[in-house]
DNA sequence: CGCCCCCTTGAGCCGTGTCAACTAATGTGG
DNA sequence: CCACATTAGTTGACACGGCTCAAGGGGGCG
C-alpha cells in the first residue's frame, strides 16, 4: 500500500483563507498550517485521521505540573489521529514545526484503519526503543542514533542524506530524547569537534557516516567519545 | 463489554497432559502454563489471541546483544497478541511468572478486534508514561507509583489492597521500572525503613497508603525520602 | 538598532549504575 | 530429609553521567 505525498515545498505560504473549526488554511483539499498552529488540541475530539503531506509536526503530552514530552515528530507520509479507533478523544497536542499541510481521511475504510493501527503499532515500537535506548545508551549514542533515524527519513524522501536541516529547536529535540537542552548542545558540540558532524543551529551536515554509525551502537567500545 | 476471568487459583497444578504446540497442557478448554514456560516466543507467528484467565505473565523484548527488557505483566482479564492484527509476528517473549491459564480466542471477531486495540492502546499509553516517569521522577517515585498501580490492580480483582504477593522476581520487576536490582532493593529498603512498607522477598504489605502515594507523586516536596 | 529568545559553555552536585561481599532462599541429589 | 550447590536479594563503597544553576554569545524579528 503506498501513498502519495508531495516533497516539502515553501510555495504553499499563501492559501484561502476558508477557516475551519480550527485556524487552518485550505488549499487543493489539503489543511495547511502554519508555524506554531495546532492540527490537535490536547481533549479535543478527532474527527478524522489525517495523512501529513507536507511539512513537519510534533506531538506532546501535557501534564498538570506545566512539564510536558515530546512524542514524536511526523513527517510526510505519516498518518496521525489514530484516537478514532477507540474513544477519538486526544491527549496529545499535535503542532506544526513549519508550514504543513494534510490531507482529512473522510473514509474510514478498511485501508485506513489498516494505516492507523499500522501507525499505532509504530508508535508502540518507537517507545518501546526509546525506552530501550534512554536506559542502556549515552546521550551521544541516542543522538547519533536520531541523527542517523532522520537522515535515512530524509534519504527515504528524495533529499540529501548527509546534509539538511533539523526543523525543530534544541528544546523540543532534547524533550524528544529525554534530555536536558543543555546536555543535548553539549552532545552536538561532541559530535562537532570529533568531526562527525558540521552543525549551525538548524543546518546539519553529517562527515562521517561511519563514525556516527559507531557512535550509535556501542557503549563501552572506543566509540565512546572521549571528553 | 465485560469478561468473567477465575480468580487466581493455585488448584490448577495437575492438568491434562494434552500437548498442544507449545509445552502447555488443558484444562475447561484453557491452555495451562507453569512457571516459566513459554506462552509465545519471541518471532513466533501469533495464531490467535489469548485471554489471561489466571496467573501471571510477563512479556520481554530481547535484544542482539544480550540484554532484554521487561515490557509489561499480564494479570487477568488482560489480552495478549495484538500481533495478530498486523503481520502477526511477535517480537517478544510473553512467559509465565506462575501456574497460569489463558483462552484462546479463536473467532476474530469485531469484538475481540476491539479488545486487541484497546490493549495495543493502554500498552501505548503505558510506555508514554513509563518513559515520563524515568525522565522526570525518582526510583522511589516510580517504585511507589508502580505498587499503587499494582494494589489497585489486586482491589479491582477482588483481593486486598494491602497486602499481596508479588509474583515477579526482583530482576524482573526491576527491568520493568528501568532500574538496576540493587537500586530496586534500596528503594524497598527505604521505603520499608520509612515505615511506609512490610516487604520480605515475594510478600508485601502496605502500611502507610497515604505517604506511599506522597512519595509517588511528588518529587521536590517533603515527601522525597532522606537518606 | 536593540531587545529577546535560543543556543552554547562552564562549574558543581546528586542519583543511580557498577563492582564486590555477604546472607537468604530455592532447588537437587544422595 | 538433610547437606550442599546454586541462584536471588541485600547492603556498602565508589565513580561518573547528566541535570541544575549561572553567565556569555549570536541570530532573528520588530
Redesign the pocket.
Known amino acids: 500500500m503506498t501513498i502519495h505525498t508531495e516533497p516539502y515545498s515553501k510555495t504553499l505560504k499563501q492559501g484561502y483563507s476558508i477557516r475551519t473549526g480550527l485556524a487552518a488554511r485550505m488549499r487543493a483539499g489539503n489543511l495547511i498550517l502554519r508555524r506554531h498552529e495546532h492540527l490537535i488540541h490536547a481533549g479535543d475530539t478527532v474527527r478524522s485521521p489525517y495523512l501529513v503531506v507536507s511539512g513537519v509536526f510534533k506531538s506532546t503530552i501535557n501534564y498538570e505540573n506545566g512539564d510536558s514530552q515530546v512524542l514524536g515528530f511526523h513527517v510526510p507520509g505519516d498518518v496521525l489521529g489514530h484516537e478514532i479507533l477507540l474513544d477519538a478523544l486526544s491527549g496529545r497536542d499535535v503542532v506544526a514545526l513549519d508550514t504543513s499541510s494534510v490531507r482529512r481521511l473522510d473514509h474510514l475504510d478498511s485501508d485506513t484503519r489498516c494505516l492507523l493501527i499500522e501507525s499505532m503499532c509504530n508508535e508502540s515500537r518507537r517507545l518501546t526503543r526509546q525506552l530501550h535506548l534512554e536506559r542502556k545508551y549515552?546521550?551521544?549514542a541516542r543522538l547519533a542514533a536520531f541523527l542517523i533515524d532522520y537522515s535515512d527519513s530524509q534519504a527515504r524522501r528524495g533529499y540529501s542524506r548527509y546534509e539538511f536541516i533539523l526543523p525543530m529547536?534544541?528544546?523540543d529535540l532534547s524533550g524528544y530524547l529525554?534530555?536536558?537542552?543543555?546536555?543535548?548542545?553539549?552532545g552536538?558540540?561532541r559530535l562537532r569537534d570529533h568531526d562527525i558532524l558540521m552543525?549551525s543551529?538548524n543546518h546539519l551536515k553529517i562527515l562521517d557516516p561511519e563514525r556516527l554509525r559507531n557512535v550509535s551502537g556501542m557503549v563501552t567500545d572506543e566509540a565512546r567519545l572521549t571528553c
Not at 178 to 186: H, K, N, Q
Request: cysteine-free; overall charge positive.
Open positions: 549515552s546521550t551521544d529547536g534544541r528544546r529525554g534530555l536536558a537542552p543543555e546536555t543535548l548542545s553539549r552536538l558540540s552543525v543551529t
